[in-house]
Every structure is written in C-alpha cells, then in structure tokens.
C-alpha cells in the first residue's frame, strides 16, 4: 500500500510562487508514475501534471503549461510541483496520485492511490 501526503499549501499573491511536496511510504515509489490534480469548489477534479517514473516524461495542463513544474526525487520517494506566476484561478485543492499504468495521465480514474490534498488559495 502507498501512502501519499502533500505539504506546501498556503495563501499566496497572485504572481507569486509556491512548491508543492507529495512524499509518499513504502520503497516502490519508483515503479509508479505519478500526477497531480486539482478541485476549485463546485468544479470536478482536473488534470494538472504528470510525470514518468523516471522523470524523463512529463505532461501538463493547457492552463499551467509555462507556469508550473513536476519534478520528482526517487531517492527522497517524493514529487514536486513548482508553481509559478500563480494567478486566482489556480486557487483549489492540489491532490497527488501514484499510479502503475503509463499511459492515460490525464485521467483520475487511471490512477491507484490518492493523497488527503494541500489547499491552494491565491489572492487578486
């Protein structure tokens, strides 16, 4: 069993930055690849950015492309995402997931394990 916790969330201006952690247990983090989504209130959860368990491949969101990174430490079993130029409507919960498959990173329902979310909230 994976266990994910994301850490990092906070209250920033719009333009400012913020990077987002997900450590997760257990010593089979390099085997799965890895994502990060994001529900505002009264929206679906959306695809925000994936990335390989290498970290060779990466995808992102048409509206954070530019401004956000994933990245990830397989020595640490963690996963980044650095987010940058934030405007108010990234504002949201920011969930990382692991899952085993490679392909459908942009679908929730492809991924196996699911952290409690970070609240993300940045003012105008």
């Known amino acids: 069993q994976v266990q994910l916790v994301e850490s990092g969330g906070g209250l920033v201006q719009a333009g400012g930055s913020l990077r987002l952690s997900c450590a997760t247990s257990?010593?089979?983090?390099?085997?799965?690849?890895m994502g990060w989504f994001r529900q505002a209130p009264g929206k679906e959860r959306e695809f925000v950015a994936g990335i390989s368990w290498s970290g060779g491949t990466t995808y992102y969101a048409d509206s954070v492309k530019g401004r956000f990174t994933i990245s990830r430490d397989n020595a640490k079993n963690t996963v980044y995402l650095q987010m940058n130029s934030l405007k108010p409507e990234d504002t949201a919960v920011y969930y990382c997931?692991?899952?085993?498959?490679?392909?459908?990173?942009?679908?929730?329902?492809?991924?196996?394990?699911w952290g409690q979310g970070t609240q993300v909230t940045v003012s105008s």
């Open positions: 257990g010593r089979t983090f390099s085997s799965y690849h």
């Open positions: 997931a692991a899952k085993i498959g490679s392909s459908w990173y942009r679908e929730s329902r492809t991924y196996d394990h």
